[in-house]
């Protein structure tokens, strides 16, 4: 879905679950004017590596799903933001932010690179050092 949205509570959060949505909604109300607009479920990368076509008369396409999905694609001022929303986020939540950023790169032929954020319930101090080497942002809520 690269459909952009205000950043504000929504109806839908296409492909979260209660928990993610819940940090999403925690976060829009903490920071109501962090970002102008949004889009959920940002797919990245290169897709399928075979033919999706599913139904040759109607060319149904399952390509979508094997694309890799940014949670969170925000945008304010003309700056990107990849966020990747996790409980009790890891040291991996770290890894697959900046993979993420290298792919939306890589797709948008891109010569800045966004800033990265994990949006988390709980980070423990090692995250912390980890990701402020790597630079990337951790925001608890």
């Keep these: 879905m690269r459909d952009f949205t205000k950043w504000e509570i929504q109806y839908h959060y296409p492909h979260m679950r209660d928990f993610e949505v819940n940090l999403i909604e925690k976060y829009i109300l903490e920071y109501p004017r962090a970002y102008e607009e949004v889009a959920y479920s940002y797919p ?12 040759d008369e109607t060319e149904g396409s399952v390509e979508y799903l094997y694309y890799k999905k940014i949670d969170i694609l925000a945008k304010k001022q003309g700056k990107i933001t990849i966020i990747e929303v996790k409980k009790k986020a890891g ?3 770290i890894g697959q932010v900046l993979g993420y950023r290298d792919l939306y790169i890589l797709d948008e032929k891109l010569s800045t690179k966004p800033s990265c954020v994990i949006l988390t319930d709980e ?4 995250l912390l050092h980890i990701a402020k080497k790597q630079g990337v942002e951790i925001i608890v809520v």
Aim: proline share 16%; glycine share 10%.
């Design 91 to 93: 040291a991996s939540a």
């Design 44 to 55: 990245v990368g290169h897709g399928a590596p075979t033919n999706p076509i599913v139904n």
């Design 123 to 126: 980070a423990s101090p090692d």
